[in-house]
């Protein structure tokens, strides 16, 4: 049976704030305010979307696929506000905001955030790791639709099925 979602007196769902709390600290603000001054992306001018909520917002995005972006970012701002309390609140902003932090954000600052926080696993004397001196990896396959062009039903062809000539589009494994 389906539940009702777990609201906090406040407003706040509860999974999103787990969620974001986890966020943060996994990635300490700290540490993000520090990646972002050396890469210059801390502004000295506070704007209505600080260059820290947006970095936890491109990283919680993966947790909101579903939602809109001002969702997301409803989600990040809500839970800033309960833990920073007595401090300025965050305002959430119109889709061309948030689409414009993104670009002064940029991707170098993530990439930092990445290579310090996320490292790989495996050490030059795991076992079965590197072969030749190469780091092995592996990927996952996925299936994609494309357009249902002639072209591409003659190259990549319809999956079949059991009644019929195939699904409605054309499909390609990656």
């Known amino acids: 049976m389906a539940r009702k979602a777990a609201v906090r007196s406040d407003g706040i769902r509860l999974p999103d704030l787990m969620s974001v709390m986890a966020l943060a600290r996994l990635f300490p603000l700290d540490t993000v305010?520090?990646?972002?001054?050396?890469?210059?992306?801390?502004?000295k001018r506070e704007r209505n979307l600080p260059a820290y909520v947006i970095v936890y917002f491109v990283i919680s995005l993966c947790f909101y696929r579903q939602d809109s972006y001002q969702e997301a970012l409803r989600?990040?701002?809500?839970?800033?506000?309960w833990v920073e309390k007595g401090s300025k609140r965050i305002l959430i902003s119109c889709?061309?905001?948030?689409?414009?932090?993104?670009s002064r954000l940029g991707s170098e600052s993530l990439k930092r955030l990445y290579a310090q926080w996320v490292p790989p696993i495996a050490k030059?004397?795991?076992?079965?790791?590197f072969w030749r001196g190469w780091r092995l990896v592996s990927l996952d396959g996925i299936m994609l639709e494309i357009g249902d062009t002639r072209a591409n039903v003659d190259e990549f062809s319809r999956p079949g099925v059991n009644s019929g000539e195939g699904s409605a589009y054309p499909q390609l494994r990656l």
């Open 95 to 102: 889709k061309a905001a948030i689409s414009q932090a993104r």
């Open 75 to 81: 989600c990040i701002f809500e839970t800033f506000n």
């Open 33 to 43: 305010k520090s990646i972002l001054s050396e890469t210059g992306k801390m502004r």
């Open 124 to 129: 030059s004397k795991t076992t079965g790791a």
